[in-house]
T-cell receptor, first 115, second 114 residues
């Protein structure tokens, strides 16, 4: 079955500390990969995406993610977290053909930032 | 408007009632998606429109759910005989189309069935 697993439901980091959010997926073939962020009362905002090429992708707000095919993982990282990064983060995968907007989301990781 | 607009932002309805949720996509976007997000979960795909037609409705949970996009822009998600389990945030997204184009999400409609 196709699925996305975000093992950490809730993470707390101190402001200025580094961050890594984990994402593993199960899919028939290598999918397109995405990370979205959702702040309270806001819609989902795309942080970054991987389609092909360099497996280390850069996104907005200083985030990056690395695609590791052998581990079926797409972990999100940020070297130094800011208080404004507190939000919910979703990893998602989608097909490379057909209905490419039919995304499968993980259950999300809530990030809390301590001052 | 600049983004995807969903109305109402909140809807409370009684069990058994009919509701309509509206989505105004970004102008010119041909692809439109509906997702449902239950509390503590990630969004789940419901239906995809390319233009006026529903190209993929495999995510609709049952025949109480229906969506239309008659003119290829605004879409309405319709839920008949609502049940308490339908309570969720309903998200709409649109994209320009093309297999690598980004989907832009609206803020959602929070539906509560009491």
């Amino acid at each position: 079955a196709q699925s996305v697993t975000q093992p950490d439901i809730h993470i707390t980091v101190s402001e200025g500390a580094s961050l890594e959010l984990r994402c593993n997926y199960s899919y028939g073939a290598t999918p397109y990969l995405f990370w979205y962020v959702q702040s309270p009362g806001q819609g989902l905002q795309l942080l970054l995406k991987y389609f092909s090429g360099d497996t280390l992708v850069q996104g907005i707000k200083g985030f990056e993610a690395e695609f590791k095919r052998s581990q079926s993982s797409f972990n999100l990282r940020k070297p130094s977290v800011h208080w404004s990064d507190a939000a919910e983060y979703f990893c998602a995968v989608g097909p490379r053909s057909g209905n490419t907007g039919k995304l499968i989301f993980g259950q999300g990781t809530t990030l809390q930032v301590k001052p | 408007g600049a983004g995807v607009s969903q109305t109402p932002s909140n809807k409370v309805t009684e069990k058994g009632k009919y509701v309509e949720l509206r989505c105004d996509p970004i102008s010119g976007h041909t692809a439109l998606y509906w997702y449902r997000q239950s509390l503590g979960q990630g969004p789940e795909f419901l239906i995809y429109f390319q233009g006026t037609g529903a190209a993929d409705d495999s995510g609709l949970p049952n025949d109480r759910f229906f969506a239309v996009r008659p003119e290829g822009s605004v879409s309405t998600l319709k839920i008949q005989r609502t049940e308490r389990g339908d309570s969720a945030v309903y998200l709409c997204a649109s994209s320009p189309g093309g297999h690598t184009s980004e989907a832009f999400f609206g803020q959602g409609t929070r539906l509560t069935v009491v």
